[in-house]
């Protein structure tokens, strides 16, 4: 059934309150073929997932489609590894638990992030030293010109740091309906990026497992980004800059305890927060809009405020970052 003026708030963990022209839910493939079959192809389309990335400065004049396909299908196993097809509109975080559960890992280290498993290719999320392309296997997609149901491997998406062919050259083009992972029985723990290992210290567990790591990534997230359902945000709201060899080395020389990791192409990838919070912006209220008092990479919604408002925030953080660093942030989340 397609809706018409319907309002978005409770779609988007900003809590921005605008209207799409028309919209439509769909939990198969035949749903959405039905979808596209009878709209109005004048009308842009917009796939909504979990609404945890998505910036909405005004009143949509798109047809949104919301992404309810769901299921967990074990597909194959091995002595060692199982392949796991899961359906696009999955929360991602749900299924991080449940392969925990089963003691199959890989993924543990991205619990809580929010979203949906369709946007997890799209963005190439990941999070303490762990991202989908280290257990992306394939995914199927609806190409909406046609309605032909296409398969993309890992060469295919052209990952990068939070970067897919879905979000470049095929931007619009396909809808995501499942994602095939590969998930590891004799899973290598990886305990090494940021506060994983004190924080299980912390735990004071004697032996060290997939979940473990799921419940101190979990702790970790707790204690230092918002819930959107009490402060509007979609978590972080920039990359981490990666720059060249000749900026890394000014911005050293002005600030030498500067985090930083280096990258394979010999570039420097910068730590988004510590700029943001060295400028002076962490904590600071604009409006009803600000920087998150313990995370300076989250912006949030203090309650009343425009995707509008936020965006114009970000956009002073952007400007007085480059004025300050000679650095050049990027949103990591998407505006409309």
Not at 145 to 160: A, Q
């Amino acid at each position: 059934m397609i809706e018409h003026n319907i309002s978005l708030k409770p779609y988007n963990t900003f809590g921005i309150d605008v209207k799409a022209k028309s919209f439509g839910r769909f939990r198969s493939v035949d749903e959405l073929k039905d979808l596209l079959r009878s709209r109005d192809k004048e009308i842009p389309l917009f796939i909504l997932g979990g609404g945890s990335n998505v910036l909405l400065t005004k009143d949509l004049p798109y047809f949104v489609l919301k992404n309810e396909i769901s299921g967990i299908e074990l597909v194959n196993e091995t002595e060692t590894h199982v392949v796991l097809k899961v359906g696009s509109g999955v929360e991602w975080h749900s299924f991080v638990r449940y392969t925990v559960e089963k003691g199959w890992g890989g993924i543990e280290n991205m619990s809580l992030i929010p979203g949906s498993v369709g946007a997890s290719p799209m963005q190439n999320i990941g999070a303490y030293g762990a991202e989908i392309k280290d257990t992306f296997v394939s995914l199927e997609a609806l190409r909406i010109d046609t309605l032909e149901m296409c398969t993309f491997n890992k060469e295919e998406c052209r990952f990068g740091y939070r970067e897919s062919v879905f979000k470049r050259a095929l931007k619009d083009q396909y809808v995501i309906v499942s994602v095939s992972y590969e998930l590891s029985k004799n899973p290598k723990i990886n305990t090494t990026y940021g506060a994983i290992q004190s924080e299980i210290e912390v735990m004071g567990v004697n032996e060290v497992t997939v979940d473990t790591v799921s419940q101190a990534v979990m702790n970790i997230r707790r204690s230092k980004l918002p819930d959107p359902n009490v402060l509007g945000n979609a978590g972080s709201f920039f990359k981490n800059p990666v720059v060249s060899k000749e900026v890394f080395d000014e911005l050293l020389r002005n600030y030498p305890d500067a985090p930083h990791y280096p990258q394979e192409s010999g570039e420097e990838k910068l730590a988004a927060g510590w700029l943001i919070e060295k400028a002076g912006w962490k904590g600071k209220r604009i409006g009803n809009c600000g920087v998150h008092e313990k995370q300076a990479l989250v912006l949030v919604n203090y309650g009343g405020a425009s995707g509008r408002e936020i965006y114009d925030l970000s956009t002073a953080i952007i400007e007085d970052i480059q004025s300050k660093f000679g650095v050049t942030l990027e949103r990591e989340v998407n505006i409309l």
